[in-house]
């Protein structure tokens, strides 16, 4: 999946406790997006950011869910006081631009709320 | 933003030619046509772009007629790893480019 990695692949969270789940980009990408999946669905997307700067957020929750992409590092999606309902695949993606550029897909983790 | 309309689900045996036919009746004149294949437990992945006429790739092709307010994807020769979900995308989706999946269509090859 061109480079895209997210970790952990699997997290398991007990209701109330808080998940933080990790991407780095392909090297170069500077745009970063985040979906979620639930079962038997499509993707659905949640928020996309440019290196310290979140653009557009129009699929978050709002409240509980937060994410970040520091000049250094993975970007971060933290989601806290997880509910069973958060239980999901949470996909990242990068491009090289905004716009048409395709984007490229990590293989995602898969949250499990007990 | 352009709503896409494409086949719930598709059967096929090993060796076929697969057209998967995309409706996008309110494209607008900057949206471009993207696909992308998404396996079980995997994230999606690109196969192809197009604006107008026909793309080519090593995968597949992209036809798409003068009005645009269609698309086909065409898979030569499938096999059983080619079984997957295919979501057809118009876009981009504002300055953004976030991406709107529909429920995309799931291809079944048989032997």
């Known amino acids: 999946n061109a480079g895209v990695m997210q970790n952990p692949r699997h997290l398991v969270r007990r209701r109330g406790q808080e998940a933080r789940l990790r991407c780095s980009p392909v090297k170069g990408h500077s745009h970063v997006y985040w979906y979620r999946q639930l079962p038997e669905e499509g993707l659905k997307f949640m928020v996309y950011l440019q290196k310290e700067n979140i653009i557009d957020e129009s699929g978050m929750p709002k409240e509980r869910f937060s994410a970040e992409f520091p000049k250094e590092g993975p970007s971060i999606l933290r989601i806290q006081q997880v509910v069973r309902g958060d239980s999901a695949a949470y996909f990242c993606?990068?491009?090289?631009?905004?716009?048409?550029?395709?984007?490229?897909f990590g293989d995602g983790t898969r949250l499990s709320i007990l | 933003l352009a709503k896409t309309t494409q086949p719930i689900s598709m059967d096929s045996y090993e060796g076929q030619e697969v057209n998967i036919t995309c409706s996008h009746n309110?494209?607008?004149?900057?949206?471009?046509i993207t696909w992308y294949q998404q396996f079980p437990s995997q994230g999606p992945r690109f196969i192809i772009q197009g604006y107008k006429t026909k793309v080519t790739n090593e995968v597949a092709s992209l036809f798409i007629p003068a009005d645009r307010k269609s698309s086909t994807l065409s898979l030569p020769r499938v096999s059983l790893s080619d079984t997957a979900v295919y979501y057809c995308l118009v876009g981009p989706s504002g300055n953004t480019g976030k991406l709107i999946f529909g429920q995309g269509t799931t291809l079944q090859v048989k032997p």
């Open positions: 309110n494209i607008a004149t900057n949206d471009y």
């Open positions: 993606a990068s491009s090289g631009g905004a716009g048409n550029q395709p984007q490229h």
